[in-house]
């Protein structure tokens, strides 16, 4: 009896830990995300956002494969190519294709401070909705708590110092279509990764999306004129911002709930105002301030509540 308790103890020990380590790598996940924007300030893209959005996804996927054969040849052969879940690789494909292209088109119609609130904000509640309807799993209350303290918080820090809120209905919905797609994706991703390779997973996904996001940009934009600034820019982007940062979100998934990890992933913004402060120069008023600490206190109550989900 006594070596039954001290197993479960281990197990419960060993629970706390993955998941401090995932919510851990998730915030650096969405920390490489919060660089976008620092990065593009000392070099602006000629490429229109389309093509950035696209491009990006592309130099990710040719990221990864050289990665994958590194670790794991094998992959490479047709029976473990057929054993990948393709129905979920697809859904989460057309969700990052989908993530891409609305935001910037979002953004385009709503303004940079209007239309980040709104994908960045609607995220973490269309990913704890999701979670009720397809996982049949109700996150607890201070979750809820936190999640809507810390979306308040990027409302205040992205908003604040914005000289007028331009709305547009068609950008409002592009912008909270980003963030269904984000976290649909989140959710789809997570339930794949429990079964197969976060690497080979992440590595099909963007694929696939890039397959689908270039046909895209091309009827929206047209032809990419592409200058030595928009290389670099889009280098960082695909090998830093993407590639990088969406496989250790993959294996973050692993030990957090698609939830949570959406709710963490508003480190971003947080990174970007600081950077903007540190490196850029800026100085945000003083609701740019409230709304990061605000943040901060609301990133806080959900790591609390993943906590306490595994107890």
Known sequence: MLDICIDRFNDDSGMNNKSLRGMAMVVFAAMLWGTTGTAQSFAPPQLSSYWVGALRLLVAAVFFWPLLWIQDRSIFTGALMRQLPWRGIGLAAVCMCVYNLAFFAGVRDTGVAVGTALALGSGPVWAGLLQVVINRQLPKRVWWVGTGIAVAGVVAMVTGNSERASVSWTG????????????????????????????????????????????????????????????????????????????????????????????????????????????????????????????????????????????
């Not at 940009?217 to 280098?235: E, F, K, N, Q």
Request: proline content about 4%; aromatic content about 6%; glycine content about 10%.
């Open 172 to 311: 409002v919905l592009m912008c909270l279509m980003a963030g269904l797609s984000y976290a649909t994706y989140a959710i789809a991703n997570q339930h794949m990764v429990s079964n197969a390779s976060p690497s080979t997973v992440t590595a099909t996904v963007f694929t696939m999306a890039a397959l689908m996001a270039i046909p895209g940009a091309s009827m929206l934009s047209g032809r990419p004129d592409i200058h030595t600034g928009d290389v670099a820019i889009v280098l960082w982007l695909g090998v830093v911002s993407t590639g990088i940062a969406y496989l250790i979100f993959s294996h973050a998934l692993r030990h957090v709930s698609a939830a949570t990890g959406v709710v963490l992933a508003l480190a971003e913004p947080v990174t970007a105002f600081a950077l903007a402060i540190l490196v850029v120069g800026e100085q945000p008023g003083i609701s740019g301030g409230l709304g990061l600490a605000t943040v901060l206190l609301g990133l806080w109550l959900v790591v609390r509540s993943e906590m306490l989900s595994i107890k």
